[in-house]
């Protein structure tokens, strides 16, 4: 009987030690909403609106053309479903913008459509 008992107490304290060890260890962590660098892909290039360049993106900036334009780096979030947050700061300025790729040749602003 002593040895049967003993069996058990010590597989008890087996399984009680790895359940232990188990929920210590931390678990994965991704990074899926990061920021990265540069700009998409899809978007390198000049885009206008009514005919007038209003953006122009190339791997690591953006130029942003009229009142209050300028150059800075950028960065972009993929947000889902085509849609992509890009910040960039311009003459001290923080901008965030979201804009949805609808194809090569147009994406889609706060209410406005760019072409290429």
Same mark, same amino acid.
Do not use: C, M, Q, R
């Given at each position: 009987m002593?040895?049967?008992?003993t069996?058990?107490i010590v597989?008890?304290l087996?399984? @009680?030690?790895?359940?232990?060890a188990?929920?210590? &260890?931390?678990?994965p @962590?991704a990074?899926?909403a990061?920021?990265?660098k540069?700009?998409?892909k899809?978007?390198i290039g000049?885009?206008? &609106?009514? !005919?007038?360049?209003? %953006?122009?993106? @190339?791997?690591? &900036?953006?130029t942003?053309?009229?009142?209050?334009? !300028? @150059?800075?780096?950028?960065m %972009?979030?993929?947000?889902g479903?085509?849609k %992509?947050?890009i910040?960039y700061?311009v003459q001290g300025y923080?901008?965030?913008?979201?804009? &949805?790729y609808?194809n090569?040749?147009?994406?889609k602003g706060?209410?406005? %459509?760019?072409t290429k």
């Open positions: 002593k040895k049967s008992l069996k058990i597989a008890a087996t399984l @009680t030690s790895l359940a232990g188990v929920s210590l &260890t931390p678990a @962590t990074n899926a990061s920021w990265h540069g700009s998409p899809a978007f000049s885009w206008k &609106t009514d !005919g007038f360049t209003a %953006y122009k993106f @190339t791997k690591s &900036t953006i942003v053309y009229g009142k209050g334009g !300028g @150059t800075s780096k950028s %972009y979030k993929y947000l479903h085509k %992509y947050a910040k700061k923080n901008y965030k913008e979201t804009f &949805t609808i090569s040749h147009k994406i706060h209410g406005f %459509y760019l």
